[in-house]
Nanobody
């Protein structure tokens, strides 16, 4: 099995910064794309940023210029540096990973989610 464990969320003041981390563990052959999503009550989960295994990144318009996604492939860890936070960034942030694992039938890819970490920006 594979587990994604997020950390780094919390309460931050308007204009502040936070760094989220997501550590993947388990029987992993390789991790392909990884991403951060967020969700507020009553709304659909939305992509914040994603990164491929070779480091190509993609950001939601709301994150461009303020957030930076990165990963450490040696540690199977994903990061999200968030700066200039505003009330609109308040949400539960989820880590997502496209993981390749060996099964009896061969190498297969499966998507995994973390349990989420709350980010609250106070004004």
């Amino acid at each position: 099995q594979v587990q994604l464990v997020e950390s780094g969320g919390g309460l931050v003041q308007l204009g502040g910064s936070l760094r989220l981390s997501c550590a993947a563990s388990g029987t992993i052959f390789s991790i392909n794309a990884m991403g951060w999503y967020r969700q507020v009550p009553g709304k659909e989960r939305e992509l914040v940023a994603s990164i491929t295994s070779d480091g190509s990144t993609n950001y939601a318009d709301s994150a461009k210029g303020r957030f930076t996604i990165s990963r450490d492939n040696t540690r199977n860890t994903l990061y999200l540096q968030m700066n200039s936070l505003g009330p609109e960034d308040t949400a539960v942030y989820y880590c997502n990973a496209d993981v390749s694992r060996w099964y009896d039938s061969g190498l297969r890819r499966q998507e995994y989610w973390g349990q989420g970490t709350q980010v609250t920006v106070s004004s």
